[in-house]
């Protein structure tokens, strides 16, 4: 699903170029469930970032689904990442002035996906992810795990095939946030593939893989408990020697 | 799509209500100016358009191909042309001739309806029955096919009509002239709108011209420029072909004379090709657009500040897979919306404030917003080019932003010492403004400098009266008997007077060579004539009891300069094939508004055993008027029982000039729009400097930690926008420059620097009060708390 070669991305002003990502190599199969892990700053959103195509790297290859996204410009990259990958975040990036019905509705505009099509998908999205009562409220009228709720029913509302979470318990109480490792347990389970950005150990054990990342080197890869060898040695060595 | 469009416009609109107040008062005050300097165009745009004929009527003019004169042109033709020369030509289809009643009374003439009653009616005409043909008249009475065919028949105007016999039919009844002459009222036709060159009140038929004018060959006759012709062209026809035909006709009598015919069209903006009126449009209608585009800079600017708190949506949108194109085209989309809402606001705010609008501009000619569905039309297609045009630039930026950082709320901040959009526009801003402010203080000057100006005689402490009267006989009796009251200081008798222009004739001069010859206005005096007026004498004498001087005549100074005469004492001019002798030269004196050059002038004196038809002028003493007024007024109905003389203060003439009246509605819309464009800037700068502080707003935070003064916080905050005032003055002084260079008009003020100076000033103070204002908000924060925010 997602293959990088010495990805690398700075960050420069005129006085001081930062490295963020330096010479990154990193998989994600498709089903895969990977948590990425490190202290702050260690440019775990930047790769989020980049694998989610919002933002394109210095250099390196960046295979999305095959293809090689890395020189893409900004509007080839829009067009693939349109009902191919959704974002959850930590600060639910819910628009204000947009209801709840409203805000999970985006995705499907960008798609121009038909009116009558899109109510359909949007209900059952919302009864689903059990906020329908709240459909017509404004999120500034919701608690956190509800907003929260609300950004996953949109980034899941295109069936995309990848989700990238960046922190998304981050700004929640532990109960709310367990609520959420369970939905996307469930989506890993029903296929979608997932990548997490977390803090906390715990959910990150939740995943088949943990990437830690510090300084713009992925230092350690190990095993989470849904690891399982059969699933990934099937495949050819992934990584070029160095 | 769109419902969600709507929503997400609406409620941003609803978030920041200062912010959309700021914004749409901002684009309504803009479109509601342009609306109204709209109507003022399309009004001046539009006259004679009432005449079903518009395309195919014509007035025959003359030029008067004589270089030295400053009146080359003049719709006061002879009627030889009409009946001799036009009738042959096959591209006409009708001409009517026209000659003026009251001729050179501007007042009008008296018609009353039982000789007692007499009303004052101004533009009653002489006319052949074919101008029904020509202009597009409505009768509400009588047979329009036959109104003029009968002698001593009128016709009147709904108007008049109704003075002369209110509440009843006019048709058949029978109205007496001046002198007494008896007319039968044929027809009574509606009211001409205001925007009609040609209004005629009355009409009297052509036929009854030379009996009662006592001027019987007129049609024959080759010389008299006293009439005017009106030619409506067969369809099709070529004008051109007209002029070419007709360009010789006066060969044998002035060859320097060329007839031509002038479209109806141009007889407003333009009769006489003089650019005059045209630069007061191009003027208004300039800085109307400047208004509108102060407006759209506003929305440029105050949306680009605003991208900011949309941050979080862009950066979502463009997570979500909306392209940059559907970005663009949303945020220009929501522009377009408020641009359109602000028309619609905007022809309200216009509709609302027209009465007052009236009242600056001094006329009644704009009714309603609603007149003209073409020019709403058009307004609201500018409106919608307005929100493409100011959308496009903050759509752009918005769309442009990356989405991490969008998403990261992170404000991409602007080069701070380069060059940016933002900046020029702020400067073409404030150019805008202060150029626009130096224009209203230079025409405000100009209108008063001509106003108020020495004309080189007194028109203040003055009483006239044009009385038309068969008596003849000595006027030297009656002013004798004025001159015991104290009351009056001086009086005197002409055919013309300052404000009241006199006809002339060309005329060649001792010393020139044989093709020289000059226009020269020429007038009748009685001996008092300047006293009364006090005009100066510049060499020789004023007329004199103690002289024969029926044969002198005295000239201005402009005539001895263009004859370049050095001693035109006793020089000889021919006028109207009699010799006259110079005996003095009157120093120049402004014979209408000095928005026009004087002319050479040629005075004879009034015989005191002629005809007393003319105008009396008294000086009464200062603050004598009202007894002055009684004194005259009983001394005329002694004198002249048989007739009317209505006295009236001379500075009436004064205000009636046309010149005078212009210069006063172009400076009164000058200063009006000036004073929205400052208005409108400062909206503009509010709402920036509101954003501005808000940015700054740990800066201030910091440096009030620090200690700074609050003097040195505001200098921060201020320094920028005033080097963009110095900068836009750069670019709006000589733009000022040329505007006073081009003024219309033959006299101009003596230009100041202080103009321009208290415009700057001015501009400045209401920049710095703006921003004030928001620094003085800002700099009440409380430090810790803005830097806890961070």
Known sequence: MIRTVKLTKIFGTEEVETTALNAINFEVKKGEFVAVMGPSGCSKSTLMNIIGLLDSPNSGEFFFDGIDVARFKESQRTELRKGNIGFIFQSFNLIDELNVYENVELPLLALKTPGAERKRIIEEMLEQLKISHRKKHFPKQLSGGQQQRVAIARALITKPKLILADEPTGNLDSANGEQVMQILEKLNSEGTTIVIVTHSAEHAARAHRIVNLFDGHIITEQYGKKFTTAKLFTEPTLYPEN | MFKQFFTL?????????????????????????????????????????????????????????????????????????????????????????????????????????????????????????????????????????????????????????????????????????ENKVQFTVTGVYADFAANTSLTPQYLLPMASFGPISNFKDYETNYWAYAFYT????????????????????????????????????????????????HIFLSIISATALFILILSSINYINLQTANATTRLREIGIKKSVGFSKKMLLRQFVGESVLS????????????????????????????????????????????????????????????????????????????????????KALIVIQFSISLFLLIVSFIVYKQTNFMTTMNLGYNHNNLLYANVTTYKVGSFEQVRDRLLQHPEIEDACYSNYVPYILPGGDVLSWEGAKSDDKVFVRISKVSYDYQTTFKMQIEQGRNFSREYADKNSCMINETATRIFNWKDPIGKSMKVFGKDYTVIGVMKD???????????PHLFRL??????????????????????????????????????????KDYEHLVNMDNANKGWEMFRNITIFLAILSIIISSIGLFGLVMFYAKRKLKEIGLRKVFGFSLGSLYYTMTSGFISYILLSVLLAWPAGLYVYRNLPGATKYPLQIWEFLLATAITLIVALLTISFQVLKASQVDPAQILKDE
């Open chain 2, 339 to 422: 641009s359109f809402v602000s028309g619609l606001l905007g022809i309200y705010l216009a509709q609302l404030s027209l009465p007052l609008f009236n009242k600056i501009i001094g006329s009644n000619m704009l009714t309603s917003v609603f007149d003209s569905w073409s020019l709403l039309g058009i307004i609201l297609v500018v409106t919608v080019i307005t929100g493409i045009l100011s959308g496009l630039y903050p759509a752009y930026v918005i769309a442009s932003y990356n989405p991490v950082k969008a998403l990261k709320q992170k404000f991409v901040q602007d080069d701070a010492n380069g060059f940016s959009l933002k």
């Open chain 2, 9 to 177: 416009a609406i409620r941003n609109i609803l978030k920041d209500k200062l912010f959309s107040f700021i914004n749409f008062t901002n684009l309504v005050i803009g479109f509601a100016t342009f609306i109204l300097v709209a109507l003022i165009i399309n009004e001046e745009l539009s006259w004679d358009k009432g005449n079903e004929n518009y395309d195919r009527i014509y007035r025959l003019q003359l030029f008067m191909d004589e270089p030295a004169s400053t009146t080359q042109h003049t719709w006061s033709v002879t009627a030889a042309l009409s009946r001799h020369d036009l009738v042959k030509l096959p591209e006409i289809e009708k001409i009517a001739l026209l000659h003026d009643v009251s001729d050179n009374n501007m007042e009008g003439v008296f018609l009353s309806p039982d000789k007692k009653n007499q009303f004052l009616i101004r533009y009653g005409y002489f006319s052949d029955q074919s101008i029904f043909d020509i202009l597009t008249f409505k009768f509400l009475e009588g047979d329009m096919q036959k109104a003029l065919t009968q002698p001593n028949s009128v016709v009147l105007s709904k108007t008049v009509a109704n003075k002369l016999f209110p509440s009843e039919k006019a048709i058949g009844k029978v109205v007496y002239g």
């Open chain 2, 589 to 599: 004196y402004y014979p209408q508004s000095p928005h026009n050059a004087i002319e």
């Open chain 2, 606 to 647: 009034m015989a005191d055993s002629v005809g007393l038809t003319g105008l009396y002028t008294i000086r009464f003493a200062p603050g004598k008027e009202q007894k002055a007024m009684q004194i005259v007024k009983d001394e005329f109905e002694r004198s002249y029982p048989e007739d009317v003389a209505r006295f």
């Open chain 2, 230 to 277: 009106y030619v409506l062209l067969k369809p099709n026809a070529n004008p051109a072909n007209v002029d070419k035909q007709i360009f010789s006709a006066l060969k044998d009598y002035r060859k320097e004379h060329h007839p031509y015919l002038r479209p109806l069209s141009m007889l407003h903006l333009n009769p006489y090709f003089q650019k005059d009126y």
